[in-house]
C-alpha cells in the first residue's frame, strides 16, 4: 500500500513538473528557430531536428525597424513596477495596519466594509477605470509618462497590499503591541521595530502579488501610452503582423519571465512560517 502511494505521489510529481516546464522547453526551443522550423512541424533536438539560430534573439536589440528595439521598455516596465509596487506596499501596510489594530466606523460603514472597498476595486472591471484614468492622467498632463503609469498602478496595487497585509496583521496577537508599548515603545516606534520585523513574509508575499500584477499589467499600458512611453507587455504585443514571428515572441516571452523568477529566489528564504514562535512574554 505504501508503494502505491509513492508511485502515485511521484507520479503526480512528474506530470506536474511537466505541464510547468513544458511551455518554457517550448518557448527555449522555438526561441531558435527560424520560420522555417517552426512551421515545418514538431522539432526538439537542435541540430538533429531544426538548425539553431539566433534571430530571434537579435530581433529584441534590432532597432531597424524589423523587430523591437526591448531594451527601454524593459528598463521601464522595470522603473514602473517597482515604484508602484513599493508606494502600493508601503501605504498598503500602513492601511492596513491601521484597520487590523482599531475600529472605525462611520454611520453603518465598519472596518470590513472599508477592507472590502478596498480589495473591491480589483473586483471591478479594467475598463471601467480606462475613461477616468485617462482623463485624470490628461488633467495633469502625464498621459504617456512613466510617472502617470506609476500613479496609476498605486491605485490598482494598492487593494492588493491592503487585503493582503489585513490578513497578516490581523494574525499577529495585539498582546504583543501592549507588550511593547508597557517596555516604553510609542504607536510608531512598536508598528516599526516590533509588528514590522515579525510579519516579514506577509510584507514578501504582498509585494509579489503587487510586482505579479504590475509587471503583467496590459491593459493600462496601452490605453495610457502611445509613443513616448512604451511598456514591456505593450512592446512584445506589437510584434504581431501579418506573419506572427514565433521565435522572436518566444525569446521576449521567456526574458520577461526572467525577473519574476529571480524575484521569486530572492524572497524566497522570507516566505517561512514561525517568525511568533516565542515572541510574547
Known sequence: MLGLYRFLKYTAIIAWSAFVVGPFLWALTTSFKTAEGVVSGARYIPWLQYKPSLEGWKNLFDRSGKGIDIVAPYLSSITVTLSASFISLVLGTLAAYGLSRYKYKLGPIKN??????????????????????????????????????????????????????????????????????LDGCSPVECF??????????????????????????????????????????????????????????????????????????????????????????
Open 192 to 281: 516599526l521595530r516590533v509588528i514590522l520585523p515579525n510579519c516579514k513574509p506577509g510584507l514578501v508575499v504582498g509585494g509579489l502579488f503587487c510586482v505579479f500584477f504590475g509587471w503583467n499589467d496590459f491593459f493600462f499600458a496601452f490605453i495610457l501610452t502611445f509613443t513616448k512611453t512604451q511598456l514591456l507587455p505593450v512592446a512584445v504585443v506589437a510584434l504581431n503582423s501579418s506573419v506572427t514571428p514565433w521565435w522572436t515572441l518566444s525569446a521576449s516571452a521567456l526574458i520577461s519571465v526572467v525577473p519574476l523568477v529571480v524575484l521569486a529566489f530572492i524572497v524566497e528564504k522570507y516566505l517561512s512560517s514561525g517568525n511568533l514562535s516565542g515572541a510574547i512574554k
Open 112 to 181: 470590513a466594509d472599508i477592507t472590502f472597498f478596498f480589495i473591491s476595486q480589483r473586483i471591478m472591471p479594467p475598463i471601467v477605470l480606462s475613461i477616468p484614468f485617462f482623463l485624470m492622467l490628461q488633467a495633469l498632463g502625464l498621459l504617456d509618462t512613466l510617472l502617470g503609469l506609476i500613479l496609476v498602478y498605486i491605485a490598482l496595487l494598492m487593494p492588493i497590499a491592503v487585503w493582503v497585509m489585513v490578513d497578516f496583521f490581523s494574525s499577529i496577537p495585539v498582546e504583543l503591541d501592549e507588550t511593547a508599548m
